[in-house]
């Protein structure tokens, strides 16, 4: 683990040229430095403890007895690494499970077997959708607390796709509807993109989505045939 040490030193020579100030253009390299340490810390959202950090570098430059052996202190790297990836991760979905417990009291809220949660803010008329089918939707994800991360709707035109190229969420859910319709859907995690983040969506999210089912064309009968 050199990088964890490489890393402290830069964060206590940020913390030693900011007291003194920039004086020399090595001041400012550290300063620099320890900046974008900092910022990458906190990006890691690791509960550090700055104090005993820095005493810790301090007793390495200083050739001071240390508290860890080598092999310990790796251990207690990776266990605390483990450990706070853990409790972050518990933390989310403890925040959709609530999310999502408290939503389906609210009136005209539906579930499905699945834990999908859906309301239905216009009927439709027109056919439903299977998963071979083409549909043209137009559509707005959002995020628990109202986040947009995407929006057909802000780009001015639907989108034209199978169901089968989608998250398993609308693979459920969007079935549900007839051609003409719109619907809110609650799509927990498990069915959305699970425990990886991708791009603005965090880990474990529930996604919120705005779905209107503009049209379905149906997948000719010898078509389905092939793919079988």
């Known amino acids: 683990m050199k990088v964890y040490l490489s890393l402290f030193v830069l964060f206590f020579a940020t913390s ?25 810390l906190k990006r890691m959202e690791i509960p550090i ?11 390495v430059l200083d050739g001071k007895s240390l508290a860890f052996t080598e092999s ?3 251990e207690v790297i990776r266990s605390g690494m483990e450990r706070v990836t853990k409790e972050k991760n518990d933390k989310l979905i403890k925040a959709s499970a609530d999310f999502l417990q408290k939503n389906k009291q609210v009136a005209g809220i539906k ?5 999908i949660q859906y309301q239905v803010i216009k009927a439709g008329i027109g056919p439903q959708p299977s998963l071979e089918d083409t549909i043209t939707v137009h559509y707005k994800g ?5 986040t947009t991360f995407d929006s057909s709707y802000d780009r001015g035109e639907p989108i034209e796709i199978t169901l089968n190229e989608m998250i398993e969420g609308w693979k459920i859910a969007v079935p549900l509807m007839k ?5 809110k859907f609650f799509i927990p995690h498990k069915l959305g993109y699970g425990e990886r983040a991708s791009g603005p ?10 779905v209107e089912l503009l049209k379905v064309k149906k997948v000719a009968a010898n078509e389905t045939k092939q793919t079988l």
């Open 16 to 40: 030693y040229c900011h007291a003194q100030g920039l004086k020399t253009t090595n001041d400012s390299l550290s300063y620099a430095l320890g900046q974008d340490l900092a910022s990458y």
């Open 49 to 59: 403890n700055s104090t005993i950090l820095s005493q810790a570098i301090k007793d």
């Open 72 to 74: 310990q202190k790796e």
């Open 111 to 115: 579930e499905t077997p699945e834990g």
């Open 142 to 146: 959002m995020l628990t607390d109202g």
């Open 179 to 183: 051609e003409g319709a719109k619907y």
């Open 201 to 210: 969506i965090p880990a474990y999210s529930t996604l919120v989505f705005e």
